[in-house]
Nanobody, 116 residues
Framework: QVQLGESGGGLVQAGGSLRLSCVVS????????MSWYRQAPGEQRELVAT???????NVADSVKGRFTISRDNAKNTMYLQMNSLKPEDTAVYYC??????????WGQGTQVTVSS
């Protein structure tokens, strides 16, 4: 079974940048789509960005122009480059994937805190 491991979170000032990584234990080619979700305390988990196996990417309106999702298949890793961070971006960020046979996976999450 695929294992997902997030890293790269931390504490940054507003306007700063972070790059989150999600490392896949197996081959990333087994995953049709990978996404980043985030969840603030007491709030619903929301979709942030998605990258498909064939290279199509989408980002939520709330992060458009600031966040970029990408996949490096050679490194079995998905990234979320976060620029111009705002306090409202503070949340636990989760890696999510759907395999080519329809199985879903979640990582454990990495905390992002943006101070003003």
């Amino acid at each position: 079974q695929v294992q997902l491991g997030e890293s790269g979170g931390g504490l940054v000032q507003a306007g700063g940048s972070l790059r989150l990584s999600c490392v896949v234990s197996g081959s990333i080619f087994n995953l049709n789509a990978m996404s980043w979700y985030r969840q603030a305390p007491g709030e619903q988990r929301e979709l942030v960005a998605t990258a498909t196996r064939i290279g199509i990417t989408n980002v939520a309106d709330s992060v458009k122009g600031r966040f970029t999702i990408s996949r490096d298949n050679a490194k079995n890793t998905m990234y979320l480059q976060m620029n111009s961070l705002k306090p409202e971006d503070t949340a636990v960020y989760y890696c999510h994937a759907i395999s080519r046979v329809g199985v879903t996976y979640w990582g454990q999450g990495t905390q992002v805190t943006v101070s003003s």
